[in-house]
T-cell receptor, first 115, second 117 residues
Framework: AQSVTQPDIHITVSEGASLELRCNYS??????LFWYVQSPGQGLQLLLK??????LVQGIKGFEAEFKRSQSSFNLRKPSVHWSDAAEYFC?????????????FGKGTTLSVSS | KAGVTQTPRYLIKTRGQQVTLSCSPI?????VSWYQQTPGQGLQFLFE???????NKGNFPGRFSGRQFSNSRSEMNVSTLELGDSALYLC????????????????FGPGTRLTVL
């Protein structure tokens, strides 16, 4: 069965430091991959998505992610973290070529930013 | 353009009652998906409606149902509420202009926080 794993439940990063959030997917075919961010009391906001093509994807707010098929990974990165980046981050995968918009989410990684 | 709106934002019910949640998608969006978010299970897909038809369904009991109206607004209903139904229910809409695949970006609403006592 298709699954998404985020190994890190909670990460603390100093403001200005670099960030990498890990995501591993399990799916036989080329997956459709997404990163979302959720601030307290808010819905989910799409940061970036990967469907095909260039394996390095640029998103909003200075985030990028790299798709590595050999490692079944889609890690999210940011070169310099701002205090406003503190939130919960979710990696998600779409269900292959099935019509529809069902997403499978990882359990999320909570990012804290220290000053 | 207004975003996805969900009403009510907060709801308190007791076990055995039923509840209806509403979602208004972004204007022009034809697909509406519902997700349940809990601390234990995380985000789980409930179902998706497209052009008033349920197109996909997650692994939830029949107590969870939904529908979509001709203006793409959607409602979900939970009957015979259980304590475990306490969750944040998120609605997402997407344009689905072409073949209906999920390459369309999903835009999420702020959610409805349901508490079952």
């Amino acid at each position: 069965a298709q699954s998404v794993t985020q190994p890190d439940i909670h990460i603390t990063v100093s403001e200005g430091a670099s960030l990498e959030l890990r995501c591993n997917y399990s799916y036989g075919a080329t997956p459709y991959l997404f990163w979302y961010v959720q601030s307290p009391g808010q819905g989910l906001q799409l940061l970036l998505k990967y469907f095909s093509g260039d394996t390095l994807v640029q998103g909003i707010k200075g985030f990028e992610a790299e798709f590595k098929r050999s490692q079944s990974s889609f890690n999210l990165r940011k070169p310099s973290v701002h205090w406003s980046d503190a939130a919960e981050y979710f990696c998600a995968s779409g269900r292959g070529n099935q019509a529809g918009t069902a997403l499978i989410f990882g359990k999320g990684t909570t990012l804290s930013v220290s000053s | 353009k207004a975003g996805v709106t969900q009403t009510p934002r907060y709801l308190i019910k007791t076990r055995g009652q039923q509840v209806t949640l509403s979602c208004s998608p972004i204007s022009g969006h034809r697909s509406v998906s519902w997700y349940q978010q809990t601390p234990g299970q995380g985000l789980q897909f409930l179902f998706e409606y497209f052009s008033e038809t349920q197109r996909n369904k997650g692994n939830f009991p029949g107590r969870f149902s939904g529908r979509q109206f001709s203006n793409s607004r959607s409602e979900m209903n939970v009957s015979t509420l259980e304590l475990g139904d306490s969750a944040l229910y998120l609605c997402a809409s997407s344009l689905v202009a072409g073949g209906g695949l999920f390459t369309d970006t999903q835009y999420f609403g702020p959610g409805t926080r349901l508490t079952v006592l």
